[in-house]
């Protein structure tokens, strides 16, 4: 095999220490306790791309090469001195190595397994905070450039192609793309595969294996996402749903000592990780997005030992008995003894094209006064016909020049409070459009223009507007549960105080104690953030109700 290409992209100056930080002596003998010694020959492989479990390595004499191999050809990407250490984020989530790691110049490595690593970074919070940060700089270089194990081929026409490049992404996996549509040179690529313009989108996964518009299980499973989750032993919490507040609820369930699975159906984050903003929670005056927050809290939970399946969802559970059993698909069921549903509510979205481009850059779900601060003195579109939709557009009419309320029925009369018709009615710059409906919207990087049709008479017309608030309802994750608990009329999670006599009668409820804040009717399964009835539509209040479902959890497991 011929040597590999130096293909060495160093990040800038000022961030280069963090992402290859140099250990000191004191830092190495502290390490040394958790692993071994290793002497290591010129040419020695050490980690190959695809390996499980793999070892995590610290240079105290020689250099080590990383080397990324990627359509036949091979680049080294890093090289780590005495000082340095291998790895980023994959080790952590115990998913194969995405490089090779082979030794360019002979000498001594510190040599850990991961459960050893795994010791040492809750043991010592020093060297976590080095090994954390440079990680997860190192994975951010990865995605910025391209230095991944998938290939994606598809086409920005194509709805499969964006779902995979968004679980991709908002899963952190590095990946490189190539558009169909506008590489004129790809036909070689694709006969070299055997791949028909019928299977595209298609993945590469590791080189070699070839995955015709795959699932997003399947590309967790080519990239071993689940691998090292132990699937057979109790739990003592299993958390469904890795939203803001599923994540919450892992991070203190975890860094209580308790055994923690979150099981996860698409990518962590939830609603609030699609965001590309968030200005209003607190501790980050400048803001954060959505994905990088639930990133943080991510890593920070399986820094502690939760373990989190990806893509991954709770089919049934199995209620009347302890441990809980809960099915995942494919014959699969873990079983714990307390268990939070986190699973949120999908918003139901408007059946347009481009929309995933404008959430959160133009379209809305909520009309708090944080968005309205976004809109002031422009038109503004709101899309729905009940009092949610109402009450938004008395709200942002109070600071905007026009709020066009748009409904595909005839009159409101049948789905919202009269009181709300009568101020809409009342209000000067709120204009209603019945049976209209939204058919394009346009922009670059935030919504510019928005395209209506009346249905009744077929005339469409383009606005220059910048704002769409969807307000049509939410449709909360719970069919798998109804056999288990008590629910409200809309399918939302009933808990603690807003369960009635008779709802625990229904259920049987069997303890002296009422159920406690956030528990539900079933004795031990608690649900907190937007799947449960009544509550606060904003992540800090998820996380909050994250972190109290453990507090009473505690209090379950002890009875």
């Not at 250099?63 to 980023?88: H, N």
């Not at 939203?243 to 892992?250: E, K, S, W």
């Not at 939760?306 to 199995?318: G, N």
Request: net charge negative.
């Amino acid at each position: 095999m011929s040597d590999p290409e130096r293909h060495i992209e160093p990040p800038k100056v000022s961030t280069i220490e963090q992402i290859f930080p140099v250990l000191n002596s004191s830092l190495l003998e502290r390490i040394v306790a958790h692993g071994r010694l290793r002497e290591i020959q010129t040419g020695e492989v050490l980690i190959e791309p695809g390996s499980k479990n793999a070892h995590f390595f610290i240079v105290k004499s020689g250099e080590l090469e990383i080397i990324q191999s990627s359509d036949g050809s091979r680049k080294i990407i890093a090289v780590c001195g005495p000082g340095q250490f291998t790895g980023e984020i994959s080790i952590l989530f115990g998913r194969p190595a995405m490089v090779q790691i082979r030794v360019s110049e002979s000498g001594i490595v510190i040599e850990l397994e991961r459960e050893q690593w795994l010791s040492l970074m809750q043991t010592d919070s020093e060297l976590s905070d080095i090994f954390l940060g440079a990680f997860i700089l190192r994975r951010v270089e990865l995605v910025a450039h391209n230095f991944g194990d998938v290939v994606l081929l598809g086409s920005i026409h194509s709805p499969d192609t964006l779902r995979i490049k968004e679980f991709l992404t908002r899963n952190t996996h590095p990946y490189s793309y190539i558009d169909l549509d506008r590489d004129s040179g790809i036909q070689d690529l694709l006969d070299r595969f055997q791949i028909g313009i019928n299977d595209v989108p298609v993945v590469i996964c590791r080189g070699n294996l070839v995955l015709r518009n795959p699932s997003n299980g399947k590309i967790a499973e080519c990239l071993g996402f689940n691998e090292n989750v132990d699937k057979t032993r109790v739990r003592d919490v299993v958390i469904i749903g890795a939203g803001p507040a599923g994540l919450a609820a892992a991070v203190y369930a975890a860094s209580e000592g308790l055994d923690v699975l979150v099981i996860e159906s698409n990518a962590p984050g939830g609603q609030a990780g699609s965001s590309s903003k968030i200005e209003n929670y607190l501790g980050f005056p400048t803001g954060i997005s959505g994905q990088e927050l639930a990133g943080r809290a991510y890593t920070q939970a399986q820094k502690f030992g939760a373990q989190i399946m990806i893509a991954k969802r709770a089919q049934k559970l199995t209620c009347d008995r302890k441990p809980f059993s809960i099915e995942i698909g494919e014959g699969l069921r873990v079983q714990c003894r307390s268990i939070v549903v986190a699973t949120g509510a999908e918003y139901k979205k408007l059946p347009l094209k481009d929309l995933h481009r404008f959430e959160g850059c133009g379209v809305y779900y909520a009309a708090t006064f944080v968005e309205s601060q976004w809109c002031g003195g422009e038109e503004v579109i709101v899309v729905g016909a009940g009092n949610s939709a109402g009450q938004a557009a008395v709200f942002l009419a109070k600071n905007t020049r026009r709020v066009y309320l748009i409904f595909r029925s005839d009159n409101l009369m049948q789905s919202m409070s009269r009181y709300l018709i009568r101020r809409i009615e009342a209000t000067p710059n709120i204009v209603m459009r019945p049976h209209s409906e939204i058919t394009l919207l346009e922009g670059d990087d935030h919504l510019e223009r928005v395209s209506c049709r009346d249905n009744q008479n077929g005339k469409e017309e383009t606005h220059p507007i910048r704002h769409v608030f969807v307000l049509t309802g939410a449709i909360p994750n719970t069919t798998w549960l109804r056999d288990c608990i008590s629910l409200d009329e809309d399918g939302f999670i009933k808990t603690g105080p807003d369960l009635s006599q008779e709802d625990l009668a229904s259920a049987k409820w069997p303890l002296r104690r009422p159920p406690r804040l956030l528990e539900t009717s079933l004795p031990g399964l608690f649900a907190v953030g937007d799947v449960r009835g009544g509550s606060i539509k904003r992540v800090a209040s998820a996380v909050g109700e994250g972190a109290i479902a453990i507090a009473f959890i505690h209090q379950v497991l002890n009875e």
